[in-house]
Structure formats: C-alpha cells, structure tokens
C-alpha cells in the first residue's frame, strides 16, 4: 500500500503497518480496511510475541515460587508497574494498580473510595458524553447509597458546556468521574481546567482515560488528575488488563477491593491485615501474560514518535471529515474544536446497522450503533451512528476507498 | 416433510445462488425494501423489540386457527429478515411455530449475523413469535 506525497514524512506508515499481521488479512477476499479502534486496536507483532513467549518459555505463577521459572516471570511481571508509571507520567509506580482495564478500574474507585466517602445526600459529577461504564458504577454507588448523579451538559458540538461549573461542583460532590476522550464522538475535553476546578473545592477527579492513552501523550502529574484508568487492549496491548493510577495518599486511605491472595499480609481466622498499596487492590493471581504483552505495547509505543502519530492521526480525521462533509446525506455528530481521530455519522434516511453492513461486505471495520453512550445519542435524537476511528496504521489511501463505499452504501440503501 | 421445512428448503435453494456474503447482503436488502410496512397504529412500545442498534416491531393476529405475523424494523437488513422469518412462521397453527426448527438461518449462513441479538433484536423476534404462539395455543386450549 503506498502513501500519499501530502503525508507527514517523519511518519512512515508503510514500515508501520508491516509491524501489525492483522492488517494483511482479508475479509471474504476484501483487502481489510480496519477503522474500529476505537473499540479495539490491533496489535503489534512484538506484543503477540511477548504472549507466546510467556507461555512457550517461563509460564509460572509470580511472587511465590522459587524456582527459576517463576523468578523469570516474577521479573517480567514486576518490570511492567515501572512502565505504565513511566507511560502515564506517575511520580512513584506504586500508584499503579492492574486491573481488567478501564471499567474495573471505575469500578474499583467507586466501590473502595466512593463507598467510603460518598453518603446519602451527597453528588458524584460525570459528563454527558460518558461511556456507560463511566456512568453505571457511580449510579450504582448513588443508589446504595442515596445520593445523587450529577451530569455536566453537552453543547451542539459535542463539547462540554462548563459555563455552570462552578454550580455543579457543589459543597456535597464527592467526586467527579470524567472522560478525557469521548468514544463516540472523539471530544477532547479540558480536563486538566475541570481538575483544576474540581480541585478549587477541594473535590477530588476521576478520569477515564480509556480513548486519550492511544491518541496522544497522558501526564498523569501533569493533569493532577486523582485517578485515572486506562484499557491495554485499546493502545496496542492484549484484552483482559488495564490500569489504574490513583494518587499515592489516596490509595492507602482506601479500603480494598477484593479479598483473597497476594492482597493480604497476614492472615488469621480472627483478623486479616492488609497488604500495602498496590498489593491491597490486587487479590488473587494476576493476569501475568497479559500485564507482559502490556509492557511489550508500552515498549512498542516508546519506539514510536509519539507526536508524529498523533499528528498523523490528525491529518487522517481532517481528511476524512473534509470527504465525507462533501457527501450529500452524510451528517457529521460532533464537531469539537479538540478531536480524537473518530469521525461519527449519520446517512439521511438510512439505518446506521445496515450502512455498516454494507461497508462490511467491502471489507470495512467500522462500528455502528450507541458505542455505550446511549445518552450522546438521545441528546442528539439519533438511534446511533456509524464510527469510523483512526489509528496510526491507516492511511488516507483507506479513506479513499471508505468515503467511496459510504457513496455507494448511499445509493444503494436509498432506491 | 412438515410445510414448514418445505418453505425453509425453498429459501436454503434461493440462497445457493450466492456465494458471497455480499450477494447475500443484497438480496436480504431487497427483500427488507419489498416487506409492506407495519402500519403506525401497530408500531406501539408492547409490540416493540429494541436492539442496541435497531428495533422490530411484531403484530400477531389469529385466522382460523392460525398465526398472522406483521412485523417492521427500522433498518431494511433487519427486515429482510423478517421476510424471511414470516415466510416460515406466518399462517402456521401455534403448535408449528413453537416447534419450528428454523435450521435454514445456519444452512444459509445468516447465524454469524443474525446471533449478534444486541444488535439487531432477531433472536429476540424468534422467540417472541414462540411466545405469541403458545399464548395462542392457551387461549383456544
């Protein structure tokens, strides 16, 4: 596939592709043309590597065996904490906790923090444009407890509306729980400005990082952020792992998550004392080969230009927004000054399923649907959108041949 | 050889024209664009089946023992489906659906598409006319 003379020239997107087997594969004999990685990505050779290596060479269970293999592991294991600490830009690697990814680690903060600090009467903050999982574990944690979610509103562009802050982070708010970048639309949203607020009243700040990891630098200190989650499976790494960061103090005033092994340091039928932070909120045996394939994405990422792929990225969603504004029937959702590169729309007329069936059959990977944000999709009185989200991989050559396709789906869906 | 199979047969030969899921695709369009349309009054919340990316709608009435099925979605795929299911199931007695095997959606490779129940709400359609028809089979019991 070549690239076109306009492309950044510090990015070599042809290399690039070579390093990701799954772009070769073809869909009922269709050359794949993947723009769903917003939902996942693909991943890189040496992460799938680094997953048969586990199993093929020192497969052991970590921090309690002896013997060589388990030290091996043990090691492997251990050296990813300093990675995602580095990835993200935490100050001290203990603030990293492992967790299935994004939503367990919602989850997590809502059941340990939230449950020890919210009480009835009181107000978590989210955003319109949440992922359910960003909004679900809060409502969950209000009803146990009789408190009250509050949302911040979203304008016609899809960008938050902070104008009523200030109202919002009201003396009974606990928490605020925010998305950095939103999935269905792509919005970056200030939330450093947000964190700065909250923090004003002294409210401390969730932020779902699940879509901002991949698509640009995350400083964790930078932000001030006070928790912040993230999914492997969504920058390059294998699914089933994610982290959390949580500030250092913060964590140790928290009670755990889930009882069992490793979480523990002393244990007795009478009383159980527990282990320290990050152990605490690590129960049971860890997911071992995925926190390695972790640490071989976040390796991959580091031998990357970071800045020359989110440029990259950038062009392609200005490209692909400029073609498809130029289709008639084709209805952009969400214009924000700050994008991620996800362009989501709507076809006049036509049912957003069977476009992308359609696109489908032409060997292209789109989502379409509510994406888990069936409330951006009420407040813009559609049933769903198709998405098209870019990753590093793609190029303008695959938009192309989108955007053409998307003509055709027109027609052909409106007789 | 119950009429149901037969009609079902008839659909697995339509399908072996096909070879590609494109063809496939487009003749499932063209029948969801040639399904009379369920009329307004009949697309209310109760008879209503959501999906996370479409929704059906499903009106049943009885004839002389047997089970009408009328039913619309909001996309054309979804309807082409339909076709295909009332082809089967409508003007059957209630003991035919509720036994109904429906073997031709694997034969004409539609399962991979159709399982996906959150997103188009078919499998939950199947079953609903299941329940239409043993609500029926009491009522005349």
Redesign the interface.
């Known amino acids: 596939m070549s690239t076109t003379a306009n492309t950044t020239k510090a990015f070599d997107v042809v290399s690039i592709r070579r390093d990701f087997p799954v772009l070769n594969e073809q869909p009922y004999g269709k050359r794949l043309v993947y723009f769903d990685n917003a939902a996942t990505s693909q991943k890189p050779t040496a992460v799938i590597q680094a997953l048969v290596d586990y199993y093929t060479k020192y497969n052991a269970n970590v921090h309690r065996g002896v013997h060589y293999l388990s030290q091996r592991a043990s090691d492997a294991f251990d050296s990813v904490r300093g990675k995602v600490k580095d990835f993200i830009h935490a100050a001290n690697e203990r603030e990293i906790i492992f967790v299935r990814g994004t939503t367990e680690g919602i989850n997590l903060v809502a059941s340990t923090y939230g449950r020890k600090n919210v009480k009835a009467g009181d107000q978590v903050l989210v955003s319109a444009m949440e992922h359910h999982s960003n909004i679900v574990p809060w409502q969950m944690l209000c009803e146990e407890k009789g408190a009250t979610l509050k949302v911040i509103p979203m304008n016609d562009k899809g960008e938050l509306i902070l104008d009523n802050l200030e109202q919002l982070l009201h003396e009974r708010t606990k928490i605020v729980s925010i998305v950095h970048t939103g999935n269905s639309l792509g919005t970056i949203n200030p939330v450093k400005e947000i964190i700065k607020r909250a923090h004003a009243k002294g409210i401390p700040v969730m932020v779902d990082g699940a879509q901002a990891v991949a698509h640009g630098s995350v400083d964790v200190q930078d932000l001030d952020c006070d928790f912040f989650s993230f999914s492997a499976h969504k920058m390059l790494g294998p699914t089933g792992i994610g982290a959390l960061y949580g500030k250092f103090n913060l964590l140790e005033e928290m009670p755990p998550y889930q009882g069992g092994g490793e979480m523990i340091s002393a244990v007795s039928f009478d009383h159980t004392t527990y282990n320290e932070v990050p152990y605490k909120f690590e129960a049971g045996t860890p997911n071992i080969a995925d926190v390695i394939a972790l640490g071989a994405a976040i390796d991959y990422w580091n031998t990357l230009d970071r800045e020359a792929a989110t440029k990259y990225e950038q062009e392609l969603l200005h490209y692909c927004t400029e073609k498809l504004s130029a289709v008639n029937g084709v209805r952009i959702i969400g214009n924000a000054d700050k994008k991620a590169s996800v362009v989501s729309f709507v076809l006049e007329g036509i049912n957003a399923l069977d476009a992308g069936m359609y696109l489908d059959t032409k060997g292209i990977a789109v989502r379409t649907g509510q994406h888990c944000t069936e409330p951006v999709m009420t407040r813009f009185c559609i049933p769903g959108t198709i998405r098209a989200s870019f990753m590093f991989y793609n190029t303008k050559e695959e938009i192309d041949f989108f955007v053409e396709q998307v003509e055709k789906a027109i027609s052909f869906l409106n007789p | 050889m119950s009429d149901i199979q037969q009609v079902e047969n008839e659909i697995v030969e339509d399908f072996e024209l096909f070879e590609?899921?494109?063809e496939k695709?487009?003749y499932i369009?063209e029948l969801g664009?040639k399904l009379p349309p369920l009329a307004d009054e009949f697309k209310t919340d109760d008879r209503k089946i959501k999906g996370?990316?479409?929704?059906v709608w499903l009106h049943a009435s009885e004839s002389d023992g047997k089970i009408i099925f009328n039913a619309d979605s909001?996309?054309?795929?979804?309807k082409g489906e339909i076709a295909l299911l009332i082809q089967v199931m409508s003007g059957r007695t209630p003991e035919e659906i509720i036994n109904a095997e429906l073997g031709f959606i694997d034969r004409i490779g539609l399962r991979q598409?159709m399982a996906q129940t959150r997103?188009?709400g078919l499998a939950s359609m199947i079953k609903q006319m299941k329940l239409y028809a043993v609500g029926f089979q009491h009522k005349t019991a």
């Open positions: 590609e899921w494109e695709y487009q369009i664009q996370c990316q479409s929704s909001d996309s054309t795929f979804v598409h997103a188009n």
